[in-house]
């Protein structure tokens, strides 16, 4: 079982939307927000996943830390370089 939350607002802080449940696909539970957009597009793009026919439009990025601080890397030129962007000027 994977525990789904989603970053955003200026906070950066992780909001719980639900989990990704036996079936691969997501489960609000109690407290999970079943009716957020981000909810509904992951369980979209789990449901293409597990039917192999992810759409060559959308791209799939793990979130990863910063190779030099280890904090966590949110925005995609972080991801794809391995480094925050204070880290990146150093
Ligand atoms: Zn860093």
Do not use: N
């Amino acid at each position: 079982m994977h525990f789904v939350k989603v970053r955003g607002g200026e906070d950066q802080v992780g909001h719980y939307i639900g989990f990704v449940g036996k079936g691969g696909r997501m489960v609000a539970g109690k407290k999970g927000k079943g009716d957020a957009p981000s909810f509904k597009a992951l369980d979209w793009t789990l449901a293409k996943l597990a039917a192999g026919a992810l759409p060559e439009t959308l791209e799939v990025w793990h979130q990863g830390r910063c190779g030099r601080c280890g904090r966590a890397l949110t925005d995609p030129e972080s991801i794809e370089t391995g480094l925050g962007p204070i880290c990146r000027g150093k």
